[in-house]
């Protein structure tokens, strides 16, 4: 790697986002036990229990049908956690189904987040105070569409760098060391202390991914010392043969749990999961129902059927199976943490949506009031020992009307007005990680001597998204020059026009991480320019590479008055040509009822939005099919809410956005999603 050299240590400058709404053993034979249980006394002298013999769950000495579903904190704002899990209970669930991604709890190594939407254990006591149990996924690696499976973007810096996934020490002392945070402050509230938890799974689906079982039996290790030896651990993989040899762990230590295709014969599969776990310890789980699919931006949003659904449902329950709804309730990839796909080629990139709604029976704004809720419902009440709960209603949305917005800065000047506070030079380009930036974007910058005739640029290896702007380097007072896009799928060379200039040019180029893959054998997704950069054929040297994270977005209106400054709108109001060059956009809207709604980005191009400071998410309507985000009510509040909106490239002309009432997943042109692995979307 080049030598890096640190310019000055200084705040960061710019819209910075939202989490303020936001582990080495030595391997030994795994201790076994002559069942699984949880449990802990109660006053009356009773035994609360949780355990796993005959092949049956039981809870308290009764059978127990696991009907549950999984519903993710960390997608739901934590005013909405009482709701959806609610709507859960009357859906007949008795079981919630979590993932701790640990990149949202430790998005700076060494800076611990447990508050906001990162409180899992205001979540996990809720889920106790309305009588759910709790299936806990502590990873460390989760899958879960989620920015690089929820690894902090902090381990793709360490050098020489680690094997993710692995017995590598290096990664296990990383893990070590979050699992001693994590893990003892879940233990109070397992089962067997009065908690809501009855299992903690390991891993996650391994046995698609490695084949090591000496990092799965010191993951074993270390959960049954923080948790010790009553809880229930599981594994989840497909149910497959080949998956399942992989990735479980053979005996009575650990529970083998399976989940396959929506519409598969459940039963087959039931049978190969009792020859993973041991006599007696095997009740048939499907630990991922899949009750819907996910969808990248230029597909068709992926549906399944409801009755069909349903009936696959009732295959399983109605031979006393138990199954885990994915997704009960999918909700939101708020700020910048959705995660992404890839093909054979770690090229092939495919970015998940903001939206995680997944066509789970509870939409993202919770709606109930739909067919697959209805027909899961009816099924589920047909296996209830007791009559369920009553369904709420879906809750009001409001359609706000349209926004005028008005262009408050170009991002390109923005940068220019600071002082390379952040600033870092390297002789090459250099990754994201690599200067200490784990989301939104990187500028890097640098000069040429430009041919008479022009030249042309390619970069070989860019993550995910290059925007490529020329200007004078003297010239302080003219519009640089938006040239255009090379991407991680589409990557081609571009010719630079030439400009007139008294002496070299500058070159601008604006990267944007467009969310880590979090599934395959391309984990280790490094963003930013990850290769010399080439200017007719010769690589071009001496960078200097600018952070603009947008996280901490409670510091805008501060750190950047620009945005707010309405000089500044008045100055920008003349300039009626659209040019497609980022730039930040701003508005305000009074309203006096609060309740949830979506902001439509239809006319848009690409960017980021924020409301109230707080980063809705991604939006890209040109390429679809999202067009609207969702925008949960307890962000907004009565009277002034404000607006901001960075367009990558061109806005609506009329530089509106209208508030509306419902979703809308109809924009761009789509193609069918291709689901991966075990998961297949039924036609």
Known sequence: MARIRSLRRATPFILTFFIALFVLGVFAPLPSSSHHSSQFHLDNGHTHKFEIAEDMFWRDGEP????????????????????????????????????VPWNLHEPKQGHLVFEGIADIISFLELC????????????????GEWDLGGFPAWLLAEEPPIRLRSSDPAYLGLVEKWWGILLPKVSPLLYSNGGPIVMVQIENEFGSYGDDKAYLHYLVKLARRHLGDDIILYTTDGGERVNLEKGTIRGDAVFSAVDFTTGDNPWPKFKLQKEFNAPGKSPPLSSEFYTGWLTHWGETIATTGAVFTAACLDKILAKNGSAVLYMAHG??????????????????????????????????????DNAKYKALRSVIAKYSPQPLASVPSNNDKVAYGRIKLHKSSFLYDTTRMTDLADAVESENPVSMEAIGQMFGFVSYSSYYTPQGNGSVLSIPKVHDRAQVIISCAEDSGRRPTYVGVITRWSNKPIPLPSLTCESKNQLFILVENMGRLNYGTYIFDRKGILSPVYLDGRPLHNWTMLPISLENVNEARDINPIIHDPMTRKRLKGQKKLDPEPAFYSGCFNITKVADTYISFRG?????????KINIGRFWPSVGPQCNLYVPAPILRQGENIVVVLELESPKLDLSVSFVDYPDFTCGAQTRSKPRGNRVLAS
């Open 604 to 612: 848009w191009s690409k960017g980021i939005a924020f409301v109230n």
């Open 128 to 143: 106790k105070e309305l009588d759910l149990l709790v299936m806990l996924r502590p990873g460390p690696y989760i899958c």
């Open 331 to 368: 909700g939101t990839n708020f700020g910048f943490y959705n995660g992404a796909n890839t093909g054979d080629d770690e090229s092939a990139y495919k970015p998940d949506l903001t939206s995680y709604d997944y066509d789970a029976p509870i939409s993202e704004s919770g709606d109930v």
């Open 64 to 99: 127990l049908r696991i009907i549950g579903g999984d519903l993710h904190y960390f997608r739901v704002h934590p005013e909405y956690w009482r709701d959806r899990l609610l709507r859960a209970k009357a859906l007949g669930l008795n079981a919630i189904q979590t993932y």
